[in-house]
């Protein structure tokens, strides 16, 4: 049965067992991404419960407008984020962006100055910047998510994915090279 018809089935019914098939197949998942945010595996643990509990209640918001594994990633991003936000007491800068200001470059090439960081600088650097900077910066390079699928996880457009994904980088990069 595929992740959609599991959903469809699920929310049809509340069957909880069929609930255990999906989070079977994902609690791996999503627990790796909540340890990127979390300061143990205790705290990641507690995350991903978290997530599974939230995601039960939320599921029939699915509308499988992208892959479930792709919704889920976002869902899982999204709560991580406000986790991370809510107990730091962080203000996340929410960056409006007009098109006048994209520059011309091609987004889409890899950034090499960001593969060619040491792994133990860079996550330490991942820290330094703000949740959602970390967020879309996660999405885009270890979880090699396109723009357009960005587009469909942020709701916003891709002049906007491409302007936050470049802002992200800058940021990494500054706090990479202050350290």
């Not at 809510?86 to 091609?106: L, M, P």
């Not at 587009?151 to 302007?163: F, P, Q, R, T, Y």
């Not at 800058?170 to 990479?176: G, V």
Request: glycine fraction near 2%; charged fraction near 30%; hydrophobic fraction near 35%.
């Amino acid at each position: 049965m595929t992740d959609e018809e599991l959903v469809a089935k699920i929310t049809q019914s509340n069957n909880t067992v069929l609930f255990e098939i999906l989070y079977d197949r994902y609690a791996d998942l999503v627990y790796n991404k909540c340890y990127g945010f979390a300061k143990s595996a205790d705290e990641a643990k507690d995350l991903t419960q978290d997530v599974f509990l939230k995601l039960f209640v939320k599921l029939s918001s699915f509308k499988g407008k992208s892959k479930f594994s792709t919704w889920l990633y976002a869902f899982t991003y999204n709560h991580c984020v406000n986790y991370v936000t809510r107990n730091t007491a962080k203000k996340i800068e929410k960056n409006a962006v007009e098109a006048k200001e994209i520059k011309e470059e091609s987004y889409e090439e890899e950034d090499y100055s960001l593969y060619q960081m040491k792994v133990d600088k860079l996550k330490i650097a991942l820290e330094e910047i703000p949740p959602n900077d970390k967020m879309i910066i996660l999405l885009k390079y270890q979880d090699y998510l396109t723009i357009n699928e960005l587009e469909g996880i942020l709701g916003i457009g891709e002049s906007a994915v491409k302007m936050r994904l470049k802002r992200a980088k800058d940021k990494l990069i500054n706090a990479y090279n202050t350290l």
